[in-house]
């Protein structure tokens, strides 16, 4: 296995260290961005060498051409494209910050991401149409070296596909734009030229991702280790554990799947009492008398008593009649901030690979 690492501005000092702590014999460039390291061993504190130079890194087996490949696999929101469409649509309904929340969740794998989806979209309903192209138009753009890869890629004759968890509007035409072999997403429900609301079919996820790309490795005849995939989020991970190339690893990005015991519990109302009349609660009666020893009992019997003062006897206060309200629950965080891992990730394919401009 080499160790390829990559940057936009590959500093030679850190490059050295790595070579350095992963006890490479060679450092070879590959283009003015990219350099194999040659003999490197994946040691601790690789990674976060790695991480303080600022450097991109993916282990690559030795003599591994692109001609090897014969299927590549994408996702499109943020990894394919700078945006992830639906926050942008949902910008012009005045609900980014709370679909972006959403969002970020799921590519966390911290919700499931079916009943993200459905959420999101829920909140989309009476958007015109008009919208999604007006996202298309004016905020989608390729991430850098994206038609790089695509032309490279096609050029080695390797079919193309691009899936995506997002919507059959934006795949369908990227599909066209960038002359992809397959293209399979989520189709937003229309209804006299206004959103719904409601996803038609059944809902693109991690799972039907993975089975996309495994009825086309099979219709190609290809072996996993022929399959190029590539995603950012918690919902990719089924699809990337199909192939066996390993993907660019970019400090800081770590989607997780999904884990019932670790989701976040919404948070829920707690109850409060207006109008209680306060009463008293009578105290519990006194445990019985200890039994003591006869001659416990004659001892004390000697010694002299002295009277107790007198006290009342303890109340509990309650309260009758009281009425629940509901306290709000807090408003969600802010979205966390993602890196930039998938012009990365792309740049990293498109040249660790060989392919060239």
Same mark, same amino acid.
């Given at each position: 296995m080499n160790l390829v690492v990559l940057a936009e501005d590959v500093d030679s000092v850190a490059l050295k260290n790595v070579a350095?702590?992963?006890?490479?014999?060679?450092?070879e460039q590959i283009?003015?961005?990219?350099?194999?390291?040659?003999?490197?061993?994946?040691?601790?504190?690789?990674?976060?060498?790695?991480?303080?130079?600022?450097?991109?890194?993916?282990?690559?087996?030795?003599?591994?051409?692109?001609r090897d490949f014969?299927?590549?696999?994408?996702? =499109?929101?943020?990894?394919?494209?700078?945006?992830?469409?639906?926050? +942008?649509?949902?910008? =012009?309904?005045g609900f980014k910050r709370e679909v972006a929340a959403i969002t970020e969740a799921a590519m966390q794998g911290e919700i499931d991401f079916r009943e993200s989806l459905t959420r999101r979209v829920a909140l989309l309903a009476g958007l015109p149409e008009s919208a999604l192209a007006e996202v298309f138009d004016h905020r989608l753009q390729l991430n850098p070296g994206a038609e790089r890869l695509l032309q490279g890629l096609q050029r080695a004759g390797i079919r193309t596909m691009l899936v995506s968890g997002g919507?059959?509007?934006?795949? +369908?035409?990227? &599909?066209?734009?960038?002359?992809?072999?397959?293209?399979?997403?989520?189709?937003?429900?229309?209804?006299?030229?206004?959103?719904?609301? &409601?996803?038609?079919?059944?809902?693109?996820d991690g799972e039907a991702k993975a089975a996309h790309l495994e009825q086309a490795r099979d219709e190609l005849g290809l072996r996993p280790e022929q399959v190029i995939a590539a995603g950012d989020?918690?919902?990719?991970? @089924? =699809?990337r554990r199909r192939p066996l190339l390993p993907r660019p690893h970019r400090p800081g990005r770590h989607p997780r799947p999904v884990r019932p015991w670790r989701r976040k519990l919404k948070p829920?109302? $707690?109850?409060?009492?207006?109008?209680?009349?306060?009463?008293?609660?009578? $105290?519990?009666?006194?445990?019985?008398?200890?039994?003591?020893?006869?001659?416990?009992?004659?001892?004390?019997?000697?010694?002299?008593?002295?009277?107790?003062?007198?006290?009342?006897p303890p109340t509990r206060a309650g309260f009758v009649g009281a009425t629940p309200v509901a306290i709000p629950a807090p408003a969600p965080p802010p979205p966390r901030h993602r890196h @930039?891992?998938?012009?990365?990730?792309?740049?990293?394919?498109? +040249?660790?690979?060989g392919v060239h401009a």
């Open positions: 350095k702590v992963s006890e490479a014999s060679a450092i283009t003015t961005r990219s350099f194999r390291l040659v003999g490197a061993k994946p040691v601790e504190g690789l990674v976060a060498a790695c991480a303080a130079g600022g450097l991109d890194h993916v282990w690559l087996p030795e003599g591994r051409q692109l014969g299927l590549f696999v994408t996702d =499109m929101d943020s990894t394919l494209i700078n945006i992830e469409c639906i926050d +942008e649509i949902a910008d =012009m309904q919507f059959t509007y934006f795949t +369908e035409r990227l &599909k066209s734009r960038l002359g992809f072999d397959y293209a399979w997403a989520n189709q937003l429900e229309v209804y006299d030229g206004k959103l719904t609301g &409601k996803v038609l079919g059944d809902i693109v989020g918690a919902n990719d991970i @089924p =699809m829920h109302a $707690a109850p409060v009492f207006v109008g209680a009349t306060p009463v008293a609660i009578p $105290a519990p009666a006194p445990p019985p008398t200890r039994h003591r020893h006869p001659a416990a009992r004659s001892r004390l019997a000697s010694l002299p008593r002295r009277a107790a003062p007198a006290r009342p @930039p891992t998938a012009a990365s990730l792309l740049r990293g394919l498109a +040249e660790a690979a």
